[in-house]
Every structure is written in C-alpha cells, then in structure tokens.
C-alpha cells in the first residue's frame, strides 16, 4: 500500500474493512477499499455526515456515476433542480475537457510509469481523463462522498485508481513519495493554506514536479464559485455578505489569492521554484460567452502569451496555474537550493 499513517507516517496493514497503522497502531475505517486517513481539521464539510452520504452512495452497488452526483448535488441547500442538473453533466463532461490539460502540461510533467497525486480529486475528472492517455492517479480528497463517485467514475472511464480520503494538509504519504502531484482549485478552500503547500512539497520526490491551480482574486471576470463580479476587490470580512447581497448565495471556506500571495505563499512554505502561467480561456468556455466576450476571449489568449504584458496579466488573470520543480539537492548552507 503507497499510503501510510498520515500522523506518524508508519506503514499500514490492512485487516477485514480497516487499516491500523503499524507503528503507533490507530486504526482506520474503510469504504469501498478507501482507507480513511482524515486526521481532524477544519474543513468545509463535516465528517460524520459526509461518511454517512458515503456509506449511502456505497451501498447502491449498481447506480452509475451520474446518479450518485444527482444525488448529492440534490442535497445542497439553495439548489434548485436546473442546477442540479446542470452540474452533474458538467461533472460528467469534465474528463473530456480536460484531456487538452493533461496533454499540455500533465503529460510533460509525468515520469515514466510513476503515478501522479491528485490532491482535492473531487468526483476525479483529471483522473478519468489521464485514465483516457494510459497515465494512472491517486486520488485523495477531504470528502469519502466524492471519492466513491470518483471510483466509479474511473471505472466507467474503463481504469482504476487508488484512493485515499485524508486532508490535504496531512497527506498519508511518506516524504518524496511521488514524482508529481497536481492540486487544481483546492489551495482557496483549505483552512491551511501553508500546510497544503508544505505537504505537497514534502511528498513530492526531488527532481519531481508540482501543479497548483487557483482562481486569481482579482480577476476582471466573475467570481468563477458564485458568479459575482467584484467580490475579490473587498476586503475579506465584506465578502460574503456582498455576495449574499448579489446572488442570495452563501459564500464560505473561499478564499481567492492574487498572484503576489499566491507566490508569497510558495516561496514561504515550500522548497520548490515555482513558476506562474497564465492559462488559456478553454474554447468550449468561449463557445459559451455573447460574441463581444468571445472576442475579448480569444484576443486574451493570443496576448497573454506577449512578455510584455506579463506582469498585468499576472494582476488580472482569472487565474493561475503555478508549475514548481523540486531540485535533486536541496542544500542545508544559507537554506536556499542548490544544483549539482
Ligand atoms: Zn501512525
């Protein structure tokens, strides 16, 4: 088993529908085969209730994907069923949108018959898509509810992953674990913003990579959660009652970076040299906006690659993706990184 005790970092022994951990011997449930590795953080969901949602999704051996994730996204309050639907098939429709991500820059990334972590896999849409180029994950989320789905839906993909429920900032994974972890929209929604960064660093092998995605803060476009322009321009205490204000929605366990935090935060709490890029609007987005925005769009993408206007797209982006490589030597003297 590639995961481990995410306390103490011993090795696991698995036993009927648990896993204990050999060194300092706590024990662990499991559903599905999905060990449950969470140690306690705050976090946008609750525990308990997202294991009994699990244990539910579970027992409906022969529901498919797309029933399980009509079924929870029924339960969110402030739903109504148009968005139900609307994003189920989103969700369903994911794998196949991001197979352009996962060429363009997973692939480049990936080593030779070496899994990568996906950290916050959701219902495993970056999963399913590597599963389509031949690329295995593993998947760790917060939520045993979306890791269910997510096994189904790797399934439906025709592969299969291994999972892990556990917090991003307790990873159950010894350290240079993996060569390449990928961590997309999950950094604003953690308490522990640092923690998430140093637990990515640390199981991340020397020479290995790291993929971090954030919404930008200061977007021009809408908040991409709640649809509400102008929410990252307050300050933080008036954004959620604005949003509320706005959209009737609530606005919780969100909170959005600009491109100055989100480098301050790298630098300060990992060992890697990270690098910002300024992604492209996808062209099935595009398909979906009135003309005069598509054409915004589409010259957006042609100058943000221009050097010059780097640093006011890295103020206006709607968001980032930062790519950071960890040296093979990390050097003790001074605390910076050395290169052989
Ligand atoms: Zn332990």
């Not at 916050?120 to 590597?130: E, T």
Request: hydrophobic share 45%; proline share 7%.
């Amino acid at each position: 088993m590639i995961w481990c005790c995410p306390r103490c970092h011993g090795s696991l022994a698995s036993h009927d529908e648990a896993v204990t951990c050999e060194n300092c011997g706590r024990e662990y449930g499991c559903i599905e085969g999905i060990p449950d590795l969470r140690v306690e953080v705050p976090s946008w969901i609750d525990f308990e209730d997202d294991l009994q949602l699990a244990r539910s999704l579970a027992a409906r051996k022969d529901a498919s994907a797309a029933e399980l994730l009509h079924e929870v996204f029924s339960r969110r309050a402030e739903w109504n069923s148009e968005r139900v639907s609307l994003r189920t098939q989103q969700v369903l429709d994911a794998p196949k949108r991001l197979d352009r991500d996962v060429q363009e820059w997973l692939e480049p990334k990936l080593k030779a018959g070496q899994p990568f972590l996906d950290v916050g896999c959701g219902p495993g849409a970056l999963l399913c898509a590597a599963v389509h180029r031949g690329h295995q994950g593993l998947g760790v989320d917060v939520s045993m509810t979306w890791l269910i789905i997510a096994q189904r839906m790797v399934r439906a993909h025709g592969g299969t992953s291994t999972f892990a429920a556990a917090a991003g900032e307790a990873l159950p994974l010894r350290d240079g674990a993996v060569t390449t972890v990928v961590s997309l929209d999950v950094i604003e929604h953690v308490n522990d913003m640092p923690g998430l960064a140093a637990e990515i660093d640390r199981v991340t092998a020397p020479g290995g990579a790291a993929i971090i995605s954030t919404p930008n803060r200061f977007s021009l476009t809408a908040e991409p959660h709640v649809g509400v322009w102008g929410v990252g321009l307050l300050p933080r205490p008036w954004q959620a009652p604005f949003v509320r204000w706005r959209s009737g929605l609530t606005y919780t366990n969100t909170r959005l970076l600009s491109s100055f935090g989100l480098r301050r935060l790298l630098r300060r709490s990992t060992t890697m040299q990270f690098r910002l890029a300024i992604p492209e609007t996808p062209p099935e987005e595009i398909a979906r906006f009135s003309p005069l925005k598509a054409g915004f769009a589409r010259l957006y993408n042609i100058i943000r690659l221009y050097p010059p206007l780097r640093p006011i797209f890295l103020v206006i982006a709607p968001f980032f993706r930062a790519e950071g490589l960890k040296a093979w030597i990390i050097s003790v003297v001074g605390g910076g990184l050395g290169f052989p």
